[in-house]
């Protein structure tokens, strides 16, 4: 009887242990499985939101390839916008930030007469005798009427002036109704050269738009810079200007 008593308790104690570790057992894949299900794998490869000039760069593309449209070559087919620079009051054009003003030359600034007032913006036919320091082409409809400004044009330059200038003082000048060439060197403008200058440009009143990248050198001082700019409507979105 004793012999069946302490068989009947190993065999009890054994069975105890099975039960432990399969109970063990179970909690631990349940816990498993608990944590497997919270977790989701995302194998999708993520995409890089395109910058404002790259997707300026595809929508030029696109309207490039529309069977509807022409490109035109400037200078070699059109003499270029008629201004000096991309600076006035049409549309806020001021590039501004913190405190300096922005200013690519589309002209050679040595060119320009001396009583041209910038905020009056162009200056046609005089601007047309002054040498483009940019070329490009822009994009405009096959059947558009004679003077419609093109749907969108593609600039670049190896040697484009851009000025920056102390934006309080200018600000003066507007005041005063009259910014001329003089009046800018007047404020110790910052000269530099961009060694690449690329820009797109929606010029129609209603879609205006003006997306700039550009990197260079400022001669006097031996620094680097580098200048970029959304800018749509009368607004700016972004900009950038970096000196070192």
């Known amino acids: 009887m004793k012999q069946y008593i302490d068989q009947t308790s190993n065999e009890h104690r054994y069975s105890t242990q099975i039960c432990s570790k399969v109970s063990t057992l179970f909690i631990g894949l349940m816990v498993f499985g608990f944590i497997s299900c919270g977790v989701t794998e995302n194998n999708e490869p993520e995409i890089d939101e395109l910058s404002d000039f790259e997707l300026a760069a595809n929508l030029f593309e696109e309207l490039i ?83 419609t400004f093109p749907i969108m044009a593609y600039t670049e330059g190896s040697q484009v002036p851009v000025w920056i200038v102390d934006w309080a003082g200018f600000q003066a000048l507007i005041e005063s109704e009259s910014v001329t060439l003089t009046d800018i060197e007047a404020l ?57």
């Open 188 to 244: 110790n403008p910052i000269k530099g050269v961009a060694q690449k200058y690329e820009e797109y440009l929606s010029p129609r009143i209603h879609e205006h738009e003006v997306i700039i990248e550009a990197i260079g050198t400022i001669p006097g001082t031996n620094q680097q810079f580098s200048f970029s700019i959304t800018h749509r409507g009368d607004q700016i979105e972004r900009i950038t200007l970096e000196i070192e």
């Open 65 to 147: 390839n529309d069977p509807d449209n022409i490109t035109i070559l400037f200078p070699d087919q059109d003499p270029g916008i008629p201004i000096y620079a991309r600076v006035g009051p049409i549309l806020n054009q001021f590039f501004v930030t913190d405190g300096q003003l922005v200013i690519p030359f589309y002209r050679d600034p040595e060119c320009i007469r001396g009583d041209f007032n910038f905020l009056t913006y162009y200056d046609p036919p005089a601007a047309f005798g002054c040498d483009l320091t940019v070329e490009g082409k822009f994009v405009i409809e096959a059947d558009s009427d004679q003077g």
